[in-house]
């Protein structure tokens, strides 16, 4: 695991600040074109904005309304590069909108859905098509007068994984990633910067050629306390508008596995997802905080009343806050495009190349959706700065665990592929119960070989120390994930959180607190 050596400082061509998607992503194509990298998070890896989000792989139907075209084709054009590039933690997504004739009239939505089908190539993603929700099985939980929908394709990822996955891949291609690692000062000379991190075992300096500003909502604050010019000054330039976006999960509202994308009357949108195999995702909101804490943001109850209330609007059964097992909320760094309403800014991002002394490049903005990209145009603008532009390289690349083909052979389809893979790992490993591989297999894909090691049967996993949690999986979460608490584990790397009861969540603190011990 990468530690920061307190006593000498480290050397590199680029440091990364924030390791969320967009900074673990531009750590991850950097070190892959031979740059020395080193990343450092303040917390835990995908801490914030990053494991926050509504978890889509989309191109963002509704943007089309604010004429976003660029920003829709450029998203849809990254879903099937994605979902071939990580196909166990990412997977094709149907959802079913109702049609509600007191909102959009259905010739709209066609347009709509038409654009979207025909804006960028799609060789996995069926498109979309107009269904009778009285015979279609996601009529049946909705209120009986809805009875035309509209079906269309977009993809699902595990938000919190896809950023371990670069931080994997950043590390596998020679980058230091420092977790729960601050960077409290940034001083700029004509030739490079001296960083000063604190870390777990206290302060120590890096000085690199560039740095990278992905510090996501810390990103104006980054560069209004942290970075300094070379007389001291600040480097801020840019505002940003942080909107805070909150999710409710329920226990599982039906039986299919469409998902819902419903219209409500304040002309937001707001999604039910299958969550989990037992929950329903609904979110999210949007409301517009201040930048003080922007770590701090929680769920409000008229947040919670809200989505009960929109979701109510569709459903049989209402659904009401007492139902809400778990909540959470992100914030999103949005670039102050000046429009009036929080959902109308443009949700692209900017990259904005500072270079009157040392370079510095400041992410602004971002999609998980577009992170590759973004990590793409961020090093090749890096590559500029430094005068040695390096070819890009993550366009079909996999990442960690995304190459399914020594189990399976050749890859077809992304989501049937993962099916031949769990049959693969039941097969190779048949002493695993099927839930056990399954859930393995989603989380690790081809790393599963890692997590098992040699494990010839369940008793050379170790201690179970929570249902389905054995000693051995821990312990390389430990070592090769960057895990440090039981919330990593339950939380971000895994969501075994919900599944669990307080005591057994405790297990796994126990667990990690006789860690510290031994
Ligand atoms: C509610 C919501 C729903 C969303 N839904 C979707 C969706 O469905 N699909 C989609 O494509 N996108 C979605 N997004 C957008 C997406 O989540 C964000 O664009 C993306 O996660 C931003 O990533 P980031 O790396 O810029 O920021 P973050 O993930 O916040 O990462 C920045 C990191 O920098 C660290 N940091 C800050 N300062 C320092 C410092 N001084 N030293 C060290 N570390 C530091 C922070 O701790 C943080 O972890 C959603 C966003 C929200 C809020």
């Known amino acids: ?59 963002g139907l509704r943007y089309l309304e604010y004429y976003e075209f660029s920003l829709v084709r450029k998203a849809l054009q990254e879903r099937e590069v994605l979902l071939k590039s990580a196909p166990h933690i990412m997977w094709p997504l149907r959802f079913v909108m109702p049609h509600d004739p007191s909102m959009r009239p259905a010739w709209m939505i066609r347009i709509g859905l038409f654009m979207y089908d025909h804006l960028a190539k799609r060789e996995v993603l069926p498109g979309s098509r107009t269904v009778d929700l009285r015979q279609h099985a996601s009529g049946a939980p909705l209120k009986k007068s809805y009875r035309r929908g509209f079906v269309y394709s977009d993809g699902w990822v595990d938000d919190a994984r896809l950023v371990v996955l670069n931080a994997l891949d950043a590390r596998a291609h020679g980058a230091q990633v420092l977790t729960r690692t601050r960077c409290v000062a940034a001083q700029r000379g004509s030739d490079g910067w001296v960083a000063t991190l604190e870390g777990p075992s206290g302060p120590g300096t890096v000085r690199a050629r560039a740095v990278v500003n992905a510090a996501g909502p810390w990103a104006e604050s980054f560069l209004r306390g942290v970075a300094r010019s070379a007389r001291g000054e600040t480097l801020a330039t840019k505002s940003l508008r942080l909107v805070k976006g909150s ?24 999604f039910a997802i299958p969550y989990q195999q037992d929950f329903t995702l609904i979110g999210t909101t949007d409301v517009e905080i201040s930048g003080d804490d922007p770590g701090a943001a929680r769920i409000a109850d008229e947040e919670i009343d809200y989505l009960c209330e929109q979701a109510s609007r569709y459903f049989e059964k209402p659904i009401v806050p007492a139902d809400v097992v778990w909540t959470y909320s992100g914030v999103r760094p949005l670039l102050d495009d000046a429009s009036g309403d929080p959902s109308a800014v443009t949700r692209d991002y900017l990259l904005e190349a500072n270079t009157d002394a040392a370079p510095l490049l400041s992410v602004w903005g971002g999609k998980i959706t577009t992170f590759r990209k973004l990590a793409e145009d961020a090093a090749d603008e890096v590559g500029r700065l430094l005068g040695d532009a390096r070819a890009a390289w993550t366009d079909g690349a996999f990442m960690p665990g995304g190459d399914l083909s020594p189990w399976i052979g050749a890859a077809r389809r992304p989501d049937e ?5 769990v049959a693969a790992v039941q097969q190779r490993h048949a002493w695993l119960p099927a839930a056990l591989a399954r859930r393995l297999a989603r989380a690790y894909g081809a790393r599963i070989a890692l997590v098992l090691d040699d494990a010839a049967s369940m008793a050379d996993l170790g201690a179970e120390i929570a249902p389905g949690l054995f000693e051995r999986e821990l312990g390389y979460l430990k070592s090769a994930e960057w895990a440090t608490t039981a919330h990593d584990v339950l939380w971000r790397r895994s969501k075994l959180g919900l599944h669990y009861s307080a005591a057994e969540r405790a297990q796994v603190e126990a667990w990690f607190a006789g860690q510290e011990q031994s």
């Open 1 to 59: 695991m990468d530690k920061f050596e307190e006593s000498a400082a480290i050397d590199c061509d680029v440091l990364v600040v924030g390791g969320g998607i967009n900074g673990c992503g531009i750590a991850r194509d950097l070190a892959g074109r031979g740059w020395r990298v080193v990343l450092c998070e303040k917390d835990d890896l995908a801490s914030h904005t990053s494991s926050s989000s509504t978890k889509l792989i989309h191109g």
């Open 247 to 270: 999710h409710i999960v329920v226990p599982r509202l039906f039986e299919h596995d469409h998902a819902y994308i419903f219209q409500n009357p304040d002309k937001r949108i707001i």
């Open 417 to 421: 592929d993962f099916e031949r893979f």
